[in-house]
């Protein structure tokens, strides 16, 4: 295991195995629905010769489970569980023309843990900001019909937050509508095997660094 994962689940027990601080009812979940809009580049070579061109991944749109643990009224820890799948295309390769190519599918589980601060005050709406660690793996990889086969690494990066929630019916705990915008940023290095198209092995540097929009709904225990 790599020092960044060690980070990243070290991080995790840490901020969900303390107790010291937290409320009688410290814990939250919600089920939300997430827009995925990448932001994505990425840099096309073959044995270290740019090949220019660029990569296209499309937007996503799943469900998604989170669960936040609160140390305080106004310190938390989030994690956000679930799986997010891509078309994706390289745009303009030059070695084909300056043609698309399909490179298939695959899908993301992105889980973020990120450190809240939530703005109590006395009306029924709670703004939040968070920063925090995400850790994306890759996995179902279909090559698309050009590709012999397509490999992504696992990417270790970081998030920033800002979100709000509405209490729905007055109490301490109890229902809550909630909107949720974060920036991940998720970088991965892909090998794509051309042998039968082109007889060479394309490398990509991706940046997809998605926004996540979420809509959804929670319970404070």
């Known amino acids: 295991m790599s020092k960044s994962k060690y980070v990243f689940f070290a991080l995790a027990a840490a901020m969900m195995g303390t107790t ?33 061109g660029n990569v296209d991944i499309d937007a996503g749109y799943v469900p998604e ?17 679930g799986v997010t799948p891509h078309d994706v295309t390289a745009t303009n390769v030059a070695a084909v023309n300056g043609a698309n190519v399909d490179l298939g599918d695959v ?43 397509i490999d992504y690494d696992a990417s270790f990066g970081g998030a920033l937050q800002a979100g709000l929630d509405v209490d729905l019916d007055g109490e301490p705990g109890g229902w809550l509508f909630n ?6 940023w998720i970088n991965t290095d892909v090998t794509v095997d051309f042998t039968t ?21 929670g319970y404070k225990f």
């Open 20 to 52: 010291a601080l937290a409320q009688e009812n410290p814990w939250q979940v919600r089920g939300r629905v997430l827009g995925v809009y990448p932001s994505e580049s990425g840099d096309l070579s073959v044995a270290g010769a740019p090949l220019g």
């Open 65 to 81: 489970l989170d669960i936040t643990y609160f140390f305080s009224d106004k310190i938390a820890a989030e994690l956000i569980l």
């Open 107 to 149: 899908t993301l589980l992105p889980p973020t843990l990120t450190l809240q601060y939530h703005f109590k005050n006395d009306s029924k709406f709670t703004p939040y900001i968070g920063a925090g660690l995400n850790y994306t793996l890759f996995f179902d990889e279909n090559a698309g019909p050009v590709a012999d086969d």
């Open 179 to 184: 909107v949720d915008v974060k920036k991940i």
């Open 197 to 217: 198209a082109l007889g060479a092995t394309v490398k990509a540097d991706v940046d997809i660094n998605p926004t996540v929009v979420g809509v959804g709904f």
